[in-house]
Nanobody, 126 residues
Framework: QVQLVESGGGLVQAGGSLRLSCTAS????????MGWFRQAPGKEREFVAA????????RHADSVKGRFTISRDNAKNTAYLQMNSLKPEDTAVYYC???????????????????WGQGTQVTVSS
């Protein structure tokens, strides 16, 4: 069992930055691929970014490529999402997720994840 807790959300003006953190407890964090997803009001959950457990492979959604960066620190049991040049359309609840996977496996499908955090609100004002 893995417990995930997100933090770092908040209210920011367009063009600003935030860094989300996802801290894991329970089983060995370093064997889990991690992902970030978001859900805006009235919309379906969408993939944002994912990283392999080694940290050597990443994937970002086209909508955030060049602005968001996923990373992880296995020594701290924490994954991060650095969000720069934020836009009002980035407003959503952001969730992190975890699943056991191979060394350089990146998992983009939300349905493939076993564990989810409670979410953190990100609001970008225009």
């Amino acid at each position: 069992q893995v417990q995930l807790v997100e933090s770092g959300g908040g209210l920011v003006q367009a063009g600003g930055s935030l860094r989300l953190s996802c801290t894991a407890s329970g089983r060995t964090f370093s064997t889990y691929a991690m992902g970030w997803f978001r859900q805006a009001p009235g919309k379906e959950r969408e993939f944002v970014a994912a990283i392999s457990w080694s940290g050597g492979s990443t994937r970002h959604a086209d909508s955030v490529k060049g602005r968001f960066t996923i990373s992880r620190d296995n020594a701290k049991n924490t994954a991060y999402l650095q969000m720069n040049s934020l836009k009002p359309e980035d407003t959503a609840v952001y969730y992190c997720a975890a699943v056991e996977a191979g060394t350089n496996t990146v998992v983009a499908g939300g349905g493939l994840y076993d564990y989810w955090g409670q979410g953190t609100q990100v609001t970008v004002s225009s």
